[in-house]
């Protein structure tokens, strides 16, 4: 090849490759183009359940004036395209979306929020429960962080969620990004302090006067649910630049070896805040519970904090052949060249 065509092709080869830096995230946001059911078949979860004859979500709406306390944008705490959708009848049903994630990307975040109720699965893997009555995060006010490292795979995936409502108004809302800014960047860029609050201007959570003996007990909540709330992790920000030897202390209970979900909701933290002071207890939670979801988070928040070096590495590489598919793939990912 002569030197003129080395050149040229030197140079298409960087355009295609700014290109695809151009490109940005991939986005998945909650809309009409989700299918629902009222009347969820047992497999409902299932990439393989025949899906063909169920109708369009239905579109909630409350982006309105009247509903600006509520409005996704809000409740998520930046700007989003994501709407409140349902199920066509009341009480619930399921909602399910087929997406692509990229080859080889190497982040993917979820922010969710549901009134009442729902459970979360990535091609018919349980990925997160939430209760809009449990803990600080009750009504629209808070939405939910997951880490999806663990669950999602390169080309085709299914997100199906299985909703109920307990009364009242309800909605369900949500934001896929695949290879973006962490989505807790634009969340500590916007929020402000009494931004969720009813009409009459009482404050919902008061997260600003968060400590750490708080901090503990919201993560220490009992029962199934493993949320990372958005404004609870703001908070914890927070109060890391306030009291970063509190925050750190609550945060190391993770390592406790009697405490599963304790550990969970940790290291959710320590990844989703980007907390490489705590890699070591992402560490041991992965060396200690490699087939749990807190293994699996534990190792997706080495991949996010870029800490596959030494005794990490080995702890991954370890992991990567566990036999829990979660937690080696999120090991795969961090151990990926970068």
């Known amino acids: 090849m002569s030197a003129s ?25 909650s809309d009409t183009t989700w299918k629902a059911t009222d009347r969820p078949p047992d497999n409902w979860a299932a990439p393989d359940c025949d899906d063909s004859t169920w109708g369009a979500a239905k579109d909630y709406g409350m982006n309105e004036e009247k509903w600006k306390h509520y409005t996704v944008d809000n409740t998520f705490g930046f ?6 959708i349902w199920t066509q009848a009341d009480a619930g049903g399921c909602l399910r979306k087929r997406f692509k994630a990229p080859e080889k990307f190497r982040t993917a975040e979820m922010v969710f929020v549901a009134d009442d109720v729902a459970e979360i699965r990535i091609n018919g893997e349980e990925v997160d429960f ?23 795979a390169d080309g085709d995936n299914l997100v199906a969620v299985r909703l109920t409502d307990t009364g009242g ?13 962490p989505l807790v960047v634009p969340l500590a860029r916007s929020v402000k302090d009494g931004d969720v609050q009813p ?8 997260f600003h006067d968060l400590d750490a003996a708080q901090l503990k007990e919201q993560l220490s909540l009992d029962e199934k649910h493993q949320q990372v709330s958005v404004r609870l992790l703001l908070a914890a920000s927070r109060l890391g630049a306030k009291d970063a030897a509190g925050l750190a202390k ?13 550990a969970e909701r940790a290291v959710r933290f320590i990844g989703a805040l980007g907390l490489r002071s705590m890699k070591d207890t992402v560490l041991e939670v992965l060396k200690a519970r490699p087939k749990t979801r807190a293994g699996a988070f534990a190792a997706a928040a080495l991949a996010r904090l870029g800490a596959a070096d030494g005794e990490a590495r080995e702890a991954l590489e370890k992991a990567a052949g566990c036999g829990f598919a979660p937690t080696e793939r999120a090991a795969r990912r961090a151990l990926a060249p970068r």
Request: aromatic share 10%; net charge negative.
């Open 79 to 84: 700007a989003s395209d994501g709407n409140w």
């Open 199 to 206: 009409a009459d201007g009482r404050d919902l959570f008061r």
């Open 169 to 181: 108004a309800r909605g369900f809302a949500a934001e896929i990004r695949i290879d973006g800014d």
């Open 250 to 262: 609550v945060l190391r209970l993770a390592e406790d070896p009697a405490s599963d979900r304790y």
């Open 5 to 29: 065509r080395v050149v040229s092709a030197a140079v298409h080869l960087s355009l295609l490759l700014s290109g695809a830096a151009l490109a940005g995230p991939t986005v998945v946001v």
């Open 130 to 152: 939430y209760d809009t009555h449990v803990g600080w995060w009750g009504y629209r006010g808070c939405a939910v962080i997951v880490d999806l490292l663990p669950w999602l």
